[in-house]
Nanobody
């Protein structure tokens, strides 16, 4: 059974940092990709970053490029999202998702939510101004 469990959310002031974790079980570390998404109240789910575990390639939404970094620790079966220079508009519930593909093989580089079958429960990030 595939399970994804996010943690690391919280309340932070603008300009601050948080590191989200996505612990993955039931998947190999080399044949799938992990995406991070976020959803604010009343808004659609937005792709933040995609990480291909087979080759380590990474992709980011324009809104977070240069501020967020996705990485992994295969020994811990965990993918991280390091978020720096946080802004109030980053406030959302953040989800990780998994699917058997490479980010580069999809038209939107894995930043569209529809391709993913496996989702975590989410972790809330609130950035105060």
């Amino acid at each position: 059974e595939v399970q994804l469990v996010e943690s690391g959310g919280g309340l932070v002031q603008a300009g601050g940092s948080l590191r989200l974790s996505c612990v993955i079980s039931g998947l190999n570390f080399d044949d799938n990709s992990i995406g991070w998404f976020r959803q604010a109240p009343g808004k659609e789910r937005e792709g933040v970053s995609c990480f291909s575990r087979s080759d380590g390639s990474t992709y980011y939404a324009d809104s977070v490029r240069g501020r967020f970094t996705i990485s992994s620790d295969n020994a811990k079966n965990t993918v991280y999202l390091q978020m720096n220079s946080l802004k109030p508009e980053d406030t959302a519930n953040y989800y990780c998702a998994a699917e058997f593909f490479r980010c580069a093989d999809s038209l939107d580089y894995g930043l569209g939510p529809r391709i993913y079958d496996y989702w975590g429960q989410g972790t809330q990030v609130t950035v105060s101004s």
